[in-house]
């Protein structure tokens, strides 16, 4: 057996403890660097880069080499490409070279009602067309342009894929999947794509029984996207980014977005797979709902109270995050190694836990890297049980 293939083992052992409700040898490290930091981390233009992917691989091995991890540590998901062929509202690159997701309105308010009553022609007709100026056409023209872009969106993701298995095999890291699908919350769906921030906030107060039926009628659609194209294992999980929840008052979470995403949840758990949540912002008034969901669901909290979450969650539910991106930016490489002990020293008594970062640090200036490594090297030599 290679040392590649045994480490592998040894580290997808450590997720299969962890999943299966066992104590593992050590903390396991799931990190997760995007591509803009890969690239600025290689000494690669952003914009450059983005746009010729034929130098991925060579792009992310130099995060592998440098940070450690026991999953594979870096990710893309989404390349101007395809946004560009579609003239694309929702993702646009700015002059810095990075992908940005302006406030955008691509259902109108009067739109409302088809929506709820069909909402997959809704999206086809009206939807996609103001979203994707290209798709503003005649049949024929749109079409093509779809083509094309499904083109490119399958050659970008399938080399993303290839370059991920290459540096699987190359550097041992476990063969678990927390990214095997993606999905959002009804309400988010509705909210992010739809209608807005803004939008969707004047609805609940104006239009409740509307935005109330719209996240029912897109509940099904989450949880087709949601399904993976592979088979169902408590070890792929679909990652579900949480957003609206901690900007809205209780009362509207209980009635406009719990009810749609614990169904969504619970489907995906009843099909096979597990979910990765994105605990964004402060959920800690929302902790004995995240209780309800289905045990094992994975929960990355950005911010709040680790000991809460580790009383309240951490014997059903699987814990990672609260190490803040911002202490590897300004403390000193003591101070960011006590940071991580404190930390373990709540949340790995009883298993359940892995070690991550609150956030994915984008840009490379949002950490101190030095302080990343020491950190994660740390972990990785000191978390045993």
């Known amino acids: 057996m290679t040392d590649a293939n045994a480490?592998?083992?040894?580290?997808?052992?450590?997720?299969?403890?962890l999943i299966d409700g066992k104590i593992p040898k050590r903390v396991p490290i799931a990190m997760g660097f995007p591509i803009e930091f890969a690239i600025k981390y290689a000494g690669k233009d952003l914009t450059e880069a983005q746009w010729d992917t034929s130098h991925l691989e060579e792009t992310f091995d130099k995060v592998c080499q440098d940070f450690y991890s026991d999953l594979l540590p870096v990710n893309a998901f989404r390349f101007p490409s395809f946004y560009k062929l579609?003239?694309?509202?929702?993702?646009?690159?700015?002059?810095?070279?990075?992908?940005?997701?302006?406030?955008?309105?691509?259902?109108?308010?009067?739109?409302?009602?088809?929506?709820?009553?069909?909402?997959?022609?809704?999206?086809?007709?009206?939807?996609l067309p103001r979203i994707y100026t290209e798709l503003n056409t005649d049949a024929n023209t749109r079409a093509?342009?779809?083509?094309?872009?499904?083109?490119?969106?399958?050659?970008?993701?399938?080399?993303?894929?290839?370059?991920?298995?290459?540096?699987?095999?190359?550097?041992?890291?476990?063969?678990?999947?927390?990214?095997?699908?993606?999905?959002?919350?009804?309400?988010?769906?509705?909210?992010?794509?739809?209608?807005?921030?803004?939008?969707?906030?004047?609805d609940i107060r104006r239009m409740p029984d509307k935005v109330e039926a719209a996240a029912e009628a897109a509940t099904p659609i989450m949880i087709k996207k949601g399904i993976p194209a592979i088979p169902p294992s408590k070890y792929n999980a679909v990652f579900i980014p949480l957003h609206m929840a901690p900007f809205m008052?209780?009362?509207?979470?209980?009635?406009?977005?719990?009810?749609?995403?614990?169904?969504?949840?619970?489907?995906?758990?009843?099909?096979?797979?597990?979910?990765?949540?994105?605990?964004?912002?402060?959920?800690?008034?929302?902790?004995?709902?995240?209780?309800?969901?289905?045990?094992?669901?994975?929960?990355?909290?950005?911010?709040?109270?680790?000991?809460?979450?580790?009383?309240?969650?951490?014997?059903?539910?699987?814990?990672?995050g609260f190490y803040p991106l911002s202490l590897l930016k300004t403390g000193t490489k003591q101070q960011c190694i006590d940071k991580a002990k404190e930390l373990i020293d709540i949340l790995a008594p009883g298993g359940k836990y892995f070690f991550d970062f609150d956030k994915a640090p984008v840009t490379l200036d949002s950490i101190n890297v030095e302080n990343a490594r020491a950190v994660l090297d740390y972990v990785a030599n000191n978390a045993n049980y």
């Open 144 to 202: 093509m342009t779809m083509a094309k872009a499904f083109k490119a969106f399958f050659d970008e993701m399938g080399n993303a894929q290839a370059t991920y298995g290459r540096l699987i095999e190359k550097y041992g890291y476990g063969r678990v999947n927390f990214f095997a699908g993606f999905t959002e919350a009804p309400l988010d769906f509705v909210a992010d794509q739809l209608r807005g921030f803004k939008g969707i906030s004047t």
């Open 249 to 320: 008052r209780t009362s509207d979470f209980e009635r406009f977005y719990w009810p749609t995403f614990k169904r969504l949840v619970d489907a995906l758990a009843e099909a096979g797979y597990p979910s990765n949540l994105f605990v964004e912002q402060d959920w800690m008034r929302y902790l004995d709902y995240l209780y309800e969901l289905p045990e094992n669901t994975i929960m990355r909290f950005e911010y709040g109270d680790p000991k809460l979450v580790k009383e309240k969650l951490g014997k059903k539910h699987i814990i990672s």
């Open 7 to 17: 480490l592998a083992q040894e580290r997808t052992q450590l997720f299969h403890d």
């Open 86 to 127: 579609l003239g694309a509202r929702n993702f646009v690159m700015g002059s810095s070279g990075f992908l940005q997701h302006p406030e955008i309105e691509g259902m109108a308010r009067e739109d409302y009602d088809d929506f709820i009553a069909n909402p997959y022609d809704c999206i086809v007709e009206k939807i």
